[in-house]
């Protein structure tokens, strides 16, 4: 089955306790990126990868890292989280579709920072 | 003022209503418009997607985009239980795939 996985789905931190969410697509997709989700601001940004070892910055990039090693896999990284970054991040991946990129969304990880 | 906006609702209708859900944007450089569907505790997946304007049904759904207004529309026509979700607008200038603008959502409950 085409996928988009994310662990964990759940994760309660504290201030400045380095955290990894992982992100992994079995579709081949050469495109990746993270998003996350807030009441009244919708979708946002973080960082996208157009392929391995390429990565930029999206609308929301600080305080997160990311890295692009394998094509599969997309790992987004809070060095040192604080209550700001508490939300509901999505990673998707996405391919051409004819002239259309389809945006492919993995279930969500809801992270809160205490 | 943001890119994309778009009423959060919550929008509340009885089954086999007509639903209209809309978003207006500001950048005139869009040319791709998409609807995504989210229901709760997944991710936004993809219901439909348009190239510039004019309209695409697709069963009982149909997107309208109006570039002139800068105006989009998503209708649902006998509407179900199973449509309650939250839908996602988006929109983007190009097909280079990293560039994708969301409205906020608004929520439908079909009531039974």
């Known amino acids: 089955e085409a996928q988009v996985t994310q662990n964990p789905r759940y994760l309660i931190t504290v201030t400045g306790k380095k955290l990894t969410v992982t992100c992994s697509q079995n579709?081949?997709?050469?495109?990746m990126s993270w998003y996350r989700q807030d009441p009244g601001l919708g979708l946002r940004q973080i960082y996208y990868?157009?392929?391995?070892?390429?990565?930029d910055k999206g609308d929301v990039p600080e305080g997160y890292k990311v890295s692009r090693k394998e094509k599969r896999n997309f790992p987004l990284i809070l060095e040192s989280p604080s209550p700001n970054q508490t939300s509901l991040y999505f990673c998707?991946?996405?391919?051409?579709?004819?002239?259309?990129?389809?945006?492919?969304f993995g279930e969500g990880s809801r992270l809160t920072v205490l | 003022q943001k890119e994309v906006e778009q009423d959060p609702g919550p929008l509340s209708v009885p089954e086999g209503a007509i639903v209209s859900l809309n978003c207006t944007y500001s950048?005139?450089?869009?040319?791709?418009f998409m609807w995504y569907r989210q229901y709760s505790r997944k991710g936004p997946e993809l219901l439909m997607y348009?190239?510039?304007?004019g309209n695409k049904e697709d069963g009982r759904f149909t997107a309208q985009v109006d570039k002139s207004s800068k105006y989009i529309s998503l209708f649902i026509r006998d509407s179900q239980p199973s449509d309650s979700a939250t839908y996602l607008c988006?929109?983007?200038?190009?097909?280079?795939?990293?560039?994708?603008?969301f409205g906020t959502g608004t929520s439908l409950t079909v009531i039974p």
């Open positions: 998707a991946s996405s391919q051409l579709t004819g002239r259309f990129w389809e945006l492919f």
């Open positions: 579709m081949n997709h050469e495109y």
């Open positions: 990868s157009m392929n391995v070892e390429v990565t």
């Open positions: 950048n005139s450089a869009f040319q791709y």
């Open positions: 348009t190239y510039s304007s």
């Open positions: 988006a929109m983007t200038p190009s097909n280079t795939g990293n560039q994708f603008y």
